[in-house]
C-alpha cells in the first residue's frame, strides 16, 4: 500500500510520493487493533520533514535530488572580478588625483573683507521723494540707519552706524537680527559698513539636526548608515572634487573617479556588503559609463562651452586653468549619480523579494522590469523638473526676452540643461534592464513550472 503524508513546504502542506513504503497514512483494511501502538509513534508522520533542501529548492517535492538553482560560486566570483579591478582603480585614481593642499588665493585680491555682528538699534526715515533710478520697484525697502555691534572681522568690538539696504533682494533687518556686514573704504568718507546679507547659521543649524532626527526616527540604524554615508558624500566632494578641479585637473576624471569613491563608499555603507548591494553597484558603474560616453558625445556635437549662465562666466575669467567644458561634463556624471543609485539599489532589491517565490529567470526578469518601468516613470519626471525649478529665474528672464520657442530652446544655457536632461534620463532608463537581468543572474530561483502535487490514489 503507498502512503500519502503531507509535506511542510516553505508555501503551505504539500503532498508527496516520499512516503511510500512506509507505515500509511491513510489505511484501508489493517484493523486498528494493531495499529495503535504504531499510530501513536511520531516518526511515520514526521519523517519526510526533514528534507529542506527539497522545501527550499524542488518545486513538487520529488526526491530527483536537483540541487538549488541559486547564484553559482563562479557567478559570485564573476561579479568581484568585475567589481574588485574597478574599486583598486578608484583608489589608485583618488590617490593620483588627490590635492596636495588647498589652492592658495592671491596674496591681494582687493576684495572687502567681511565683518558679522548683530543688530541693536534701527531707525527707519521718510524715504526722499525723488524716484531713484533704475526699473520700477527698484528703490523698494525703508530708509533709515540701522546700529550693528561687530561680534567678527575687522572692527569687532566697535558699533557701527550704517544704512538701511534698500533694492530688489535687500535683507530686512529688525533689532536682534545677526548680520553680514562689508567694510567699505572712501577717500573721504573713511571706512563704513554696509548690510548686504543675515547670517544662517543657527537656523540651517536647527533644521539639519531636525531633518537627522527624522531620518533616524523612521529609519533606525538604517537612517544612521544613510545619514553617514551623506556625509561622506560630502566628503568627497568638498575635500576631493572641488579642491582638485581649482588646481587644474581634468573635470571629467575627477568627477568620475569622485562619483565611484562616492558609488562604493555610500552603497555598501548604507545597504550593507552584499551580493545584492554589488549588482546595484556594478548596474550604477555601467549605467555612468553609458551617462559620460552620451554627453560627451552630445555636448560635442551641439557645440556646447560650458559657458552657460553668469556664475560660469565669472568662473571662467577668475578660475583661467578650469577647463568648462569639462566642468559640464563632471556636473552631468555627478548629478546623474544620485537618481541611479536610487533605481539600482531599487532593483535589486526588488529582484530578490520577488525571487522568495520561485520562478523561471524570465518571468523573475518580466516582473521586476515592469515594477521598473514605474519608478523610471516617477523618476525621469523629478529629474526634470528639478532642472525647471533650480533654474527657475534665469528661464523667466529669458522669456521676457520676446525670443522665439526654438531659438529659447537652442540658446546656450537652455540647451546645456536640455542635454543634462536628456543624458540623464537616457542613463536612468538604461540602469533598469541593466540591473534587472544583473541581479536575475545572481538570485535565488527555483525550477520553472511549480505546482501543488496531486495526492496519490
Given at each position: 500500500?503507498?502512503?500519502?503524508?503531507?509535506?511542510?513546504?516553505?508555501?503551505?502542506?504539500?503532498?508527496?510520493?516520499?512516503?511510500?513504503?512506509r507505515?500509511?497514512?491513510?489505511?484501508?483494511?489493517?484493523p486498528?487493533?494493531?495499529?495503535?501502538?504504531?499510530?501513536?509513534?511520531?516518526?511515520?508522520?514526521?519523517?519526510?520533514l526533514?528534507?529542506?533542501?527539497?522545501?527550499?529548492?524542488?518545486?513538487?517535492?520529488?526526491?530527483?535530488?536537483?540541487?538549488?538553482?541559486?547564484?553559482?560560486?563562479?557567478?559570485?566570483?564573476a561579479?568581484?572580478?568585475?567589481?574588485?579591478?574597478?574599486?583598486?582603480?578608484?583608489?589608485?585614481?583618488?590617490?593620483?588625483?588627490w590635492?596636495?593642499?588647498?589652492?592658495e588665493?592671491?596674496?591681494?585680491?582687493?576684495?572687502?573683507?567681511?565683518s558679522?555682528?548683530?543688530?541693536?538699534?534701527?531707525?527707519?526715515e521718510?524715504?526722499?521723494?525723488?524716484?531713484e533710478p533704475?526699473?520700477?520697484?527698484?528703490?523698494?525697502?525703508?530708509c533709515?540707519?540701522?546700529?550693528?555691534?561687530?561680534?567678527?572681522?575687522?572692527?569687532?568690538?566697535?558699533?557701527?552706524?550704517?544704512?538701511?539696504?534698500?533694492?530688489?533682494?535687500?535683507?530686512?533687518?529688525?533689532v536682534?537680527?545677526?548680520?553680514?556686514?562689508?567694510?567699505l573704504?572712501?577717500?573721504?568718507?573713511?571706512?563704513?559698513?554696509s548690510?548686504?546679507?543675515?547670517?544662517?547659521?543657527?537656523?540651517?543649524?536647527?533644521?539639519?539636526?531636525?531633518?537627522?532626527?527624522?531620518?533616524?526616527?523612521?529609519?533606525?540604524?538604517?537612517?544612521?548608515?544613510?545619514?553617514?554615508?551623506?556625509?561622506?558624500?560630502?566628503?568627497?566632494?568638498?575635500?576631493?572634487?572641488?579642491?582638485?578641479?581649482?588646481?587644474?585637473?581634468?573635470?571629467?576624471?575627477?568627477?568620475?573617479v569622485?562619483?565611484?569613491?562616492?558609488?562604493?563608499?555610500?552603497?555598501?555603507?548604507t545597504?550593507?556588503?552584499?551580493?545584492?548591494?554589488?549588482?546595484?553597484?556594478?548596474?550604477?558603474?555601467?549605467?555612468?559609463?553609458?551617462?559620460?560616453?552620451?554627453?560627451a558625445?552630445?555636448?560635442?556635437?551641439?557645440?556646447?562651452?560650458?559657458?552657460?549662465?553668469?556664475?560660469?562666466?565669472?568662473?571662467?575669467v577668475?578660475?583661467?586653468?578650469v577647463?568648462?567644458?569639462?566642468?559640464?561634463?563632471?556636473?552631468?556624471?555627478?548629478?546623474?549619480?544620485?537618481?541611479?543609485?536610487?533605481?539600482?539599489?531599487?532593483?535589486?532589491s526588488?529582484?530578490?523579494?520577488?525571487a522568495?517565490?520561485?520562478?523561471?529567470?524570465?518571468?523573475?526578469?518580466?516582473?521586476?522590469?515592469?515594477?521598473?518601468?514605474?519608478?523610471?516613470?516617477?523618476?525621469?519626471?523629478?529629474?526634470?523638473?528639478?532642472y525647471?525649478?533650480?533654474?527657475?529665474?534665469?528661464?523667466l528672464?529669458?522669456?521676457?526676452?520676446?525670443?522665439?520657442?526654438?531659438e529659447?530652446?537652442?540658446?546656450?544655457?537652455?540647451?546645456?540643461?536640455?542635454?543634462?536632461?536628456?543624458?540623464?534620463?537616457?542613463?536612468?532608463?538604461?540602469?533598469?534592464?541593466?540591473?534587472?537581468?544583473?541581479?536575475?543572474?545572481?538570485?535565488?530561483?527555483?525550477?520553472?513550472?511549480?505546482?501543488?502535487?496531486?495526492?496519490?490514489s
Amino acid at each position: 500500500m503507498r502512503g500519502d503524508p503531507w509535506e511542510e513546504h516553505d508555501d503551505g502542506w504539500e503532498p508527496t510520493q516520499r512516503g511510500a513504503g512506509r507505515a500509511p497514512v491513510f489505511a484501508e483494511a489493517p484493523p486498528p487493533a494493531d495499529t495503535p501502538p504504531p499510530a501513536e509513534a511520531p516518526p511515520p508522520a514526521e519523517a519526510p520533514l526533514p528534507t529542506p533542501p527539497a522545501s527550499e529548492g524542488s518545486p513538487h517535492g520529488h526526491s530527483h535530488g536537483g540541487p538549488v538553482p541559486t547564484a553559482s560560486a563562479r557567478t559570485r566570483k564573476a561579479v568581484m572580478a568585475v567589481l574588485l579591478p574597478a574599486m583598486l582603480a578608484t583608489i589608485v585614481a583618488l590617490i593620483a588625483l588627490w590635492p596636495g593642499s588647498a589652492p592658495e588665493p592671491p596674496a591681494e585680491t582687493g576684495a572687502p573683507e567681511r565683518s558679522y555682528g548683530q543688530v541693536s538699534r534701527v531707525v527707519e526715515e521718510a524715504c526722499p521723494a525723488t524716484p531713484e533710478p533704475g526699473p520700477a520697484g527698484s528703490g523698494t525697502g525703508p530708509c533709515g540707519t540701522a546700529t550693528v555691534r561687530i561680534d567678527e572681522g575687522p572692527g569687532s568690538g566697535q558699533t557701527v552706524e550704517t544704512e538701511l539696504p534698500r533694492g530688489p533682494g535687500a535683507p530686512r533687518v529688525a533689532v536682534g537680527d545677526r548680520v553680514v556686514l562689508l567694510e567699505l573704504e572712501g577717500a573721504f568718507t573713511g571706512t563704513g559698513y554696509s548690510i548686504i546679507d543675515h547670517q544662517r547659521g543657527q537656523p540651517m543649524v536647527w533644521l539639519i539636526a531636525l531633518a537627522a532626527a527624522v531620518i533616524i526616527a523612521f529609519g533606525r540604524w538604517r537612517g544612521l548608515s544613510a545619514l553617514a554615508g551623506l556625509a561622506v558624500s560630502f566628503a568627497v566632494l568638498l575635500l576631493f572634487v572641488i579642491p582638485a578641479i581649482l588646481t587644474g585637473a581634468s573635470p571629467l576624471l575627477v568627477a568620475i573617479v569622485g562619483a565611484a569613491t562616492i558609488m562604493f563608499a555610500v552603497l555598501y555603507l548604507t545597504h550593507g556588503v552584499t551580493v545584492h548591494t554589488s549588482v546595484a553597484i556594478l548596474g550604477t558603474l555601467a549605467s555612468l559609463v553609458l551617462t559620460g560616453v552620451l554627453a560627451a558625445l552630445f555636448t560635442a556635437f551641439t557645440k556646447l562651452t560650458g559657458i552657460g549662465s553668469e556664475d560660469s562666466a565669472y568662473l571662467a575669467v577668475t578660475q583661467g586653468n578650469v577647463d568648462m567644458r569639462g566642468l559640464l561634463l563632471a556636473g552631468i556624471i555627478i548629478g546623474s549619480l544620485g537618481v541611479l543609485d536610487d533605481v539600482t539599489v531599487t532593483q535589486a532589491s526588488t529582484v530578490a523579494e520577488l525571487a522568495r517565490t520561485p520562478m523561471p529567470r524570465i518571468q523573475l526578469y518580466r516582473a521586476a522590469t515592469r515594477i521598473g518601468r514605474a519608478h523610471v516613470a516617477s523618476a525621469v519626471n523629478t529629474i526634470v523638473l528639478a532642472y525647471a525649478g533650480a533654474s527657475l529665474p534665469l528661464l523667466l528672464l529669458i522669456a521676457a526676452g520676446n525670443r522665439g520657442v526654438v531659438e529659447l530652446l537652442t540658446s546656450e544655457y537652455l540647451a546645456q540643461e536640455i542635454v543634462r536632461s536628456a543624458v540623464g534620463t537616457i542613463g536612468l532608463v538604461a540602469s533598469v534592464p541593466i540591473t534587472t537581468a544583473l541581479a536575475t543572474l545572481v538570485a535565488t530561483t527555483a525550477l520553472p513550472g511549480r505546482t501543488r502535487a496531486p495526492a496519490a490514489s
